[in-house]
């Protein structure tokens, strides 16, 4: 359904430490850097047919993050979610909501994780048991 998910940074390296860390636990490479046609610098993380991109914000104004919003990233294990989890915190990222744990809800058992990045997006680490 989606071809790329992109969101706004205020510390582009920072950011990119930030999420080559995080991302390498998925396997992620490291991001490939674009400057576009007017100036701003963009990241991009491909993986497993999916792409997360970073960019300081076209129109000048400071990036700022969705409230509601989150973005959600597939883990093959619990093990997996917990190391997304530390990982993020251990560069920058701030632990939210519940610890990372297993969920039982309406939609069946969910291992999750949720985290801020350093720029405050809210990132959900997610493995759906078997």
């Known amino acids: ?3 790329h998910i992109m969101i706004g940074s205020n510390d582009i390296e920072r950011s990119k430490r930030f999420y080559d860390a995080v991302l390498g636990v998925l396997g992620a490479g490291e991001a490939v850097r674009n400057q576009n046609a007017t100036g701003q610098t963009r990241l991009f993380y491909r993986h497993d047919g999916a792409t997360f991109c970073l960019t300081e914000p076209i129109n000048g104004q400071p990036a700022s993050c969705a409230n ?7 883990c093959q294990s619990p093990e997996q979610v917990r190391q997304f989890h530390d990982t993020a915190v251990a560069h920058g990222g701030v632990s939210i909501e519940d610890p990372p744990g297993l ?11 949720y985290v801020r990045d350093p720029d405050g997006h809210k990132l959900c680490a997610v493995h759906r048991p078997g």
């Open 1 to 3: 359904m989606f071809s």
């Open 68 to 74: 509601g919003g989150t973005i959600g990233f597939r």
């Open 103 to 113: 969920r039982e809800g309406k939609l069946g058992a969910l291992y999750l994780a």
